[in-house]
T-cell receptor, first 114, second 109 residues
Framework: NAGVTQTPKFQVLKTGQSMTLQCAQD?????MSWYRQDPGMGLRLIHY???????DQGEVPNGYNVSRSTTEDFPLRLLSAAPSQTSVYFC?????????????FGEGSWLTVV | GIQVEQSPPDLILQEGANSTLRCNFS?????LQWFHQNPWGQLINLFY???GTKQNGRLSATTVATERYSLLYISSSQTTDSGVYFC???????????FGAGTRLTVKP
């Protein structure tokens, strides 16, 4: 049981380049999300998905695109990288039960845009 | 949008001491969770606690939803408790989880 797997772990991009951060989970969770964490701050929600084929914007969606073709995968695309997108990115999936919710995070992807 | 404030921003303890971390939020919520981020960046979900009290070993949490705050208690702290503690909330009819800025805890041996 791998949980939530993110790749790559580290990436350096040049301004204007595009890239995709991959996220996969093997827990059959419907709800998945992407966050960014900037130094000294909490996480901010970029996009989320409540199931295959359904995505929506979070607090800071500009410059990012997502799709959800399967339950397992939720990639995050940077369309034209900017230095302001230098951050640590976390993918998460959420398990919901009658007892409540548990969020499982990936290990993070450190992205630097130069 | 909802505001989430955590206090104190930094806390330094000796091993064995107890501590209380606070999370204030500005609106009614249907979801409140506490997380621990270890010094290597790994995030662990500690509690789902939109109201009431829960305990898990040396950690416990209480949320008073009517007064819009939650407390995380750490007893007999250990060096492995070091890291940043975040609370996050979600308001009704909204899937956006909002995080506080965190409390950075350092436990010294």
């Amino acid at each position: 049981n791998a949980g939530v797997t993110q790749t790559p772990k580290f990436q350096v991009l040049k301004t204007g380049q595009s890239m995709t951060l991959q996220c996969a989970q093997d827990m059959n969770h419907e709800y998945m999300s992407w966050y960014r964490q900037d130094p000294g701050m909490g996480l901010r929600l970029i996009h989320y998905s409540v199931g295959a084929g359904i995505t929506d914007q979070g607090e800071v969606p500009n410059g990012y695109n997502v799709s959800r073709s399967t339950t397992e995968d939720f990639p995050l695309r940077l369309l034209s990288a900017a230095p302001s997108q230098t951050s640590v990115y976390f993918c998460a999936s959420t398990k919901g039960t009658i007892q409540g919710y548990t969020i499982y995070f990936g290990e993070g992807s450190w992205l630097t845009v130069v | 949008g909802i505001q989430v404030e955590q206090s104190p921003p930094d806390l330094i303890l000796q091993e064995g001491a107890n501590s209380t971390l606070r999370c204030n939020f500005s609106d009614s919520v249907n979801n409140l969770q506490w997380f621990h981020q270890n010094p290597w960046g790994q995030l662990i979900n500690l509690f789902y606690i939109p109201s009431g009290t829960k305990q898990n070993g040396r950690l416990s949490a209480t949320t008073v939803a009517t007064e819009r705050y939650s407390l995380l208690y750490i007893s007999s702290s250990q060096t492995t408790d070091s890291g940043v503690y975040f609370c996050a909330v979600r308001v009704w009819n909204n899937n956006d989880m909002r995080f506080g800025a965190g409390t950075r805890l350092t436990v010294k041996p």
